[in-house]
């Protein structure tokens, strides 16, 4: 009996092994693509930091707003539409709320990068958020100031 409980562990234990190197494996030719789609070097570290700040990849920011290039009337009217239907009053979700404003800041954050990098102005998007009172008390004190 003793002899069928030590093969069944040794088989569980191979098989975990296994997939735990397949996983491995797996994650490190992602972790490559990853590292080429970036473009490597300087521009890819400075991609890898771009997104780590912002919190997503453009390629996400644009699946969020639904648009496949970088249009400003295109991104604004997809975030009008999206920040209305998911508005809580609504019955709509907080947090997909949330993270339609995050795509939109990617999206802006990109446009300000390719304006300064043509040499053009960098103009934002009006977002046409409400500001909160914490908002509203900086600009108080700036402009009492």
Partial sequence: MAKYVAQIIVLGAQVVGRAFTRAVKYEYAVSQQAAKKAGGGKEGAKSAATN???????????????VSKLDKELI?????????VNDKAKGGSF?????????????????????????????SINNGRK???????????????
């Fill in 76 to 84: 604004q009217k997809n975030y009008d539409h999206l920040f209305k």
């Fill in 52 to 66: 780590s700040i912002m919190g997503m990849t453009l390629q996400e920011a644009q699946q969020i707003l639904h």
């Fill in 131 to 145: 500001s909160t009172s914490s908002q509203q008390s900086t600009k108080d004190t700036t402009s009492s100031s």
């Fill in 95 to 123: 947090y997909l709320q949330s993270k339609i404003v995050r795509a939109k800041e990617r999206i802006e954050y990109e446009l300000g990068e390719t304006a300064a990098q043509n040499g053009g102005p960098q103009k």
